[in-house]
């Protein structure tokens, strides 16, 4: 053969290829562009033994069709079908999962069973291969269901006047999960509506009455071999008084601060523990709190530190460890040390609640006046509720609560420092002062007498 019909045989084989691979290129990205269903478990029913498989739309396209799956007992021989219609107006949306039940149950003993979805290839998939699931089960091989299905970490948290709630946490996963809870000596539940739960479940629980002692108690379900009901033990909890009881609530959680009870204050707070977090924020916040004081011991700097990283309560958990570590920063600046005493501890989370505080600054108050005046050109009427709130803002740097923020508010409170100072914030009292610009309602005027205050 030629050298030169070589090289066009060559040429030709190239472009075969090419062609090959434009085609099969093609085809990938066709394929891409469908649904694809898979069976990730097969549930059997506590009690009546049903089967229930949890078939899921692994990509991103909803199907607006019936999808069949197909059960068979490898044991027995026997087949069951089961399956569910989507239209377009209720597709089965790409990523869900969804548990089709099954009417037929299994007999007591060993079983083999074999779930396919979308029997048949009715529905045009990416990938025709992966729609069968097997598992291995033992009915009836449990007679006692906590053997397998355990409740643990049940606890009541947020509790209020008339509300509460509830989390328990499940070994395993669990069906029908509910609190049982007690009203006027009557038995009523706080139940999960979800088919499938994960592992933690958490309830809240109306209609309360305040300074009322409840009893109660978690049920959960097993959705697994033999499975059947469990109960957890008896637990209480004692609803608030009615009323102010804001302070009674602060002190409370100033006296579990005090005593380094950081466990209890974070399961009532429903956080966990995160001695990395604390780490890190011992050199972000603390280093340059503890400078120019004496003396500071161990457990002030821990207490300290748990406050920024943790908060105490479900307003300065909102607040965020910034807004937490410039309370701090803010009580120094006005007391010249940190909080110490279960007192002080009460007054630093006053004022990150917005209240003002029980131990007071002669010497902080009448700075705020002098920075008072600079703003609005004015001496403040302390017997004015706008007027005394931006000086005990600018003194003690009080906070807004979590949902009053307005960021937008704080932006234009920023613009008008900047138009008095020339500057914008940066140092804890100028921060103080801008909030108090944007928060407190004092005004530099008065119009025809009125003093809006």
């Known amino acids: ?12 084989i190239a472009v075969f290829f090419f062609i090959v691979s434009i085609s099969m290129t093609d085809q990938t990205k066709a394929d891409e562009l469908k649904p694809d269903l898979i069976i990730t478990d097969l549930i059997i029913r506590a009690g009546s033994n049903n089967m229930g498989p949890v078939v899921k739309n692994n990509s991103s396209f909803d199907i607006t069709s019936s999808v069949i799956v197909k059960i068979k007992d490898l044991t027995t021989g026997k087949e069951y079908s089961t399956g569910q219609t ?3 107006d209720y597709p089965f949306k790409g990523g869900a999962s969804i548990c089709i039940d099954s009417l037929d149950n299994l007999s007591d003993g060993a079983h083999k069973l074999e779930a396919t979805a979308d029997y048949g290839n009715s529905i045009a998939e990416s990938n025709e291969n992966n729609n069968t699931y097997t598992r291995e089960v033992n009915i009836g091989q449990f007679s006692d269901p906590s053997s397998l299905l355990k409740i643990e970490n049940l606890k009541a948290y947020e509790i209020g006047e008339k509300s509460a709630k509830i989390s328990f946490d499940t070994n ?21 509506v979800d088919f499938l739960t994960p592992k933690h479940h958490e309830f809240e629980i109306f209609s309360l009455k305040p300074g009322t002692n409840y009893k109660y108690k978690a049920y959960a379900n097993l959705d697994a071999i033999g499975g059947g009901e469990v109960y957890s033990g008896e637990a209480n909890f004692t609803t608030l008084e009615q009323g102010n009881n804001q302070i009674t609530q602060i002190n409370s959680k100033a006296k579990l601060l005090f005593e380094e009870k950081i466990d209890s204050l974070l ?11 604390e780490q890190q924020n011992e050199i972000k916040y603390l280093k340059s709190l503890k400078q120019d004081i004496n003396n500071i011991s161990q457990k002030v700097e821990s207490i300290n530190n748990q406050f920024i990283t943790y908060g105490v309560d479900e307003n300065t958990k909102k607040l965020g460890e910034g807004e937490r570590a410039a309370v701090i920063y803010s ?9 110490e005493s279960e007192e002080e501890l009460s007054d630093a989370i006053k004022i990150a609640n917005g209240r003002f505080p029980s131990i007071l600054s002669s010497k902080a108050e009448q700075k705020a006046k002098e920075q008072f005046t600079k703003i609005y050109k004015r001496l403040p009427d302390m017997n004015g509720v706008r007027d005394a709130a931006a000086v005990k803002i600018m003194a003690y740097g009080l906070r807004q609560k979590a949902e009053n923020r307005n960021l937008n508010s704080e932006k234009a409170g920023i613009k008008i420092f900047k138009g ?34």
Do not use: V
């Open 1 to 12: 053969m030629s050298k030169f019909k070589l090289i066009r045989l060559a040429g030709l």
């Open 86 to 88: 989507y239209t377009a």
């Open 172 to 192: 395993i996963d669990s069906y029908q999960n509910m609190i049982i809870y007690e009203i006027d000596g009557e038995k009523t539940h706080a139940m999960h």
């Open 267 to 277: 399961t009532e707070i429903n956080i966990s523990r995160n001695t990395i977090k």
């Open 331 to 339: 009580y120094k600046a006005a007391f010249n040390k940190l909080p």
């Open 420 to 453: 008095i100072f020339g500057y914008t914030p940066k140092t804890t009292e100028e921060w103080n002062m801008m909030q108090a610009i944007t928060y407190s309602g004092a005004s530099q005027k008065t119009w025809d007498g009125y003093n809006p205050q």
